[in-house]
């Protein structure tokens, strides 16, 4: 007879194996979810992450609810966030990579293969710029009405967007808005923290451009010298969204316990996404949004086994999100923006419409109410004449971005 132990581990394995056999792979479809609009999320004037209730009536006209494909997928989590942080310390402080244990997972994630898909995560993005009787507004009627004023008020200046939920609360989305400037649409309250965050983490130095460019950190050291634990320091310190992004998660996951999260955004509030989604291991779909990888590596992010949970959508029009925007006289830069990486984590849907649709590069093109209402709001005609619905989505292979610079150990 068995001892007890080796009986119950072969009990686990087995049931393992059988699992992995009968639960549907990655490629096969599920029902669509149905998504309903239950929170707003912002950061107060004193940078206390904030929910509000949204009131939900018993019976919902269509407008008032999202369908989503899904599908399943595996993908890692690391064993613990006190683990996670305890690898950042060690990389951040003696240059060791901890050998961090990261568990597999199996959990729906939104089908990205549909355009329709997309198409509903895009106008839940794009609605985490606006309140909710804004004519802007995608998707919802007139049952919704804005009750909590943080994040809305012209002091406010943080993160702010929605929460999403499927009627029995098994999956969470939570859209956060990214970067207001007027060089792409109303500038907003949010601009000036907006910029700051946009500087540091997709600057390739401390947003220097030039000589005539006041740096947002002080880092640089002459020519195209970098101190790199100068750089490293100050993304850490100064840059504020990662850490509340990371508190807003957590907040998330207190008030919905048992279910899964998925995390959307646009522009900057893709790029934060995309850290999350790095960080917890959950499924993100980040629309335009500029390369992050970089940033992954100076704060210093533990890499886990796979980053194919993590999607961008963007287009070769975008200036921003193909790595274009930079020099002194781009329109990034005239705009006060030192847009200067390229490469993205995870996997990446590239719609070509420099070629397809003769479209000019063009920051302009960089809002999501053209992506939703230009690209996904119609078939996108390369990809059904192949029998597909939107572009396939592939890793960035040898990406080089800020290739100009040396970085380094340079004394002040």
Known sequence: MLPTALTALLVQLLGFFLDRSQRPQSAHLQKPLRFELRHEHAVSPDAHVVFSDVPVNIV????????????????????SLDAYNDARIRSMRHAQSANLPWYETDILEPNVESRETLLELAKMTNN???PRDDSQ?????????THYPFGWEPDADGLRGYVFATPDN?????????TSAAAWGDAGPTAKKDKLNDNLLFSCCCAKIDWTWTAVCGCHRGGWKCDQNCLEQALVEDSLFYPIGMNLYNNLTYMYPTSDIWIIGHSLGGALASLLGITFGTPVVAFESPGEKMATRRLHLPSPPSTHHVTHVYHTADPIAMGTCNGVLSSCALGGFAMETRCHQGKSIVYDTVSNLSWSVDIRKHGIVSVIDEILGKPWQPSEDVGRSVPLAVVEEDCVECYSWEFGDYNP
Not at 60 to 79: A, E, F, K, M, V
Not at 137 to 145: A, D, P, R, S, V
């Open 60 to 79: 919902y006209g269509n407008q008032s609810l999202y369908s989503i494909d899904t599908r399943h997928t595996t993908l890692y989590r690391p064993s």
């Open 128 to 130: 985490a710029y606006v």
């Open 170 to 178: 098994s999956i969470v989305i939570l859209s956060i808005k990214g």
């Open 137 to 145: 507004w995608y998707e919802l009627g007139e049952n919704w009405h």
